[in-house]
């Protein structure tokens, strides 16, 4: 079956540190991976997604993640985190077109970023 | 235009009630996901809508879960006699066509079963 792992439930990092939450996932086929953002009351929203082409993904607020397919992650990185990215950030993996795939996603569950002023 | 609305936000409920969470998408969306989320969980998905039609319900965790859409617009989510552990957040997500498409959010239903 399809899952995804958030190794980190819950990050403390002051302004200006660097960020990476890491994601892996298992599926043996071609994925679709995202990352998305839930910033404190607000919808959940697409931060950036990969489907082909350069393993390295950038996104929006400065967020890129890289697909390593030997190692099935999807790691977040942001090189200089500010307040405003305290929010809590999941990694979705889907499977490939056709072979039944509706398009569902499947979710890790969630890191927690905390980002002191 | 508007997003993907969802209501009631909050619902209380005593164990053994019936629920309706309802959902809109945003107009001309023909693909509709529902998701749940437990406390401390990622999103785990429920049922899939293409127009009116459910060809996934994979995800339905008991057939005290139903779901109904109608035409390419609202969809009801159904929980038969609540149990405690059904109580999370519910997720409503429409896209344009399915598969290919971002899928964009509403802000969710919070389920709570005394």
């Known amino acids: 079956a399809q899952s995804v792992s958030q190794h980190n439930h819950h990050v403390i990092l002051s302004e200006a540190a660097s960020l990476e939450l890491g994601c892996n996932y298992s599926y043996g086929g071609t994925v679709n991976l995202f990352w998305y953002v839930q910033y404190p009351g607000q919808h959940l929203q697409l931060l950036l997604k990969y489907f082909s082409g350069d393993p390295l993904v950038k996104g929006i607020k400065g967020f890129e993640a890289e697909f390593i397919k030997s190692k099935f992650s999807f790691n977040l990185r942001k090189p200089s985190v500010q307040w405003s990215d305290t929010a809590e950030y999941f990694c979705a993996v889907r499977g490939p077109y056709g072979s039944g795939n509706t398009g569902k996603l499947i979710f890790g569950q969630g890191t927690t970023l905390q980002v002191k002023p | 235009g508007a997003g993907v609305s969802q209501s009631p936000s909050n619902k209380v409920t005593e164990k053994g009630k019936d629920v309706e969470l309802r959902c809109d998408p945003i107009?001309?969306?023909?693909?509709l996901y529902w998701y749940r989320q437990r406390l401390g969980q990622g999103l785990e998905f429920l049922i899939y809508?293409?127009?009116?039609?459910?060809?996934?319900k994979s995800g339905l965790p008991s057939d005290r879960f139903s779901a109904e859409r109608t035409g390419e617009s609202v969809s009801t989510l159904t929980i038969q006699r609540t149990q405690q552990e059904d109580s999370a957040v519910y997720l409503c997500a429409s896209s344009p066509t399915g598969y290919t498409d971002t899928q964009y959010f509403g802000p969710g239903t919070r389920l709570t079963v005394l």
């Open positions: 809508f293409q127009g009116n039609s459910a060809p996934d």
């Open positions: 107009s001309g969306h023909t693909a």
